[in-house]
């Protein structure tokens, strides 16, 4: 999986961007959709979806780190070439946090989060009739309006 050329990525590094790419659109646009027109009929595929794009995002962070970046390109100045590797970083780590936010306030809104039947953050039902209820009060108003 080693690149020929100290300038370009690997096919696998190239694969895995690209597949996470659009990952991200398709969830994005389920997202949107469901916002739109409240319809929730594919919210946990949504989840679901998400949790696979965060163990997609973990590879691919961890495959940067082993790898590192291609050698920069000799005729951009220094500044140009640390600016480009920290927006190269902050672009990892957003794109982390956009999963891990969407599994956060779902956990903590009580709806739970779960991949292919298996509980990751489980759903909180309290009382006699099973209600959905947030781990914290500070998500009580925001589990309010959350669809589940």
């Known amino acids: 999986m080693k690149s020929t050329s100290p300038h370009t990525y690997t096919t696998f590094s190239r694969c895995l961007h690209w597949l ?3 990952a991200f659109l398709c969830i994005w646009a389920a997202g949107y ?12 595929l949504h989840k679901q979806a998400g949790v696979v794009l965060l163990m997609l995002m973990v590879i691919r962070a961890a495959y940067r780190l082993k790898q590192g970046w291609p050698a920069p390109a000799n005729q951009y100045k220094q500044l140009q070439q640390r600016l480009a590797k920290l927006t190269h970083w902050a672009l990892l780590v957003l794109v982390l946090l956009v999963p891990l ?4 306030y779902s956990g903590l809104s009580g709806h739970g989060v779960y991949l292919f039947g298996l509980d990751i953050v489980p759903t909180n039902l309290v009382g ?3 209600q959905v209820q947030a ?3 500070i998500w009580e108003a925001r589990a309010q309006t959350s669809p589940g």
């Open 135 to 137: 781990y914290s009060p």
């Open 33 to 44: 959709y469901m916002v739109s027109n409240q319809d929730y009929a594919i919210y946990s």
């Open 20 to 22: 996470i790419a659009l």
């Open 101 to 104: 936010s969407g599994i956060a």
């Open 128 to 130: 006699p009739e099973q």
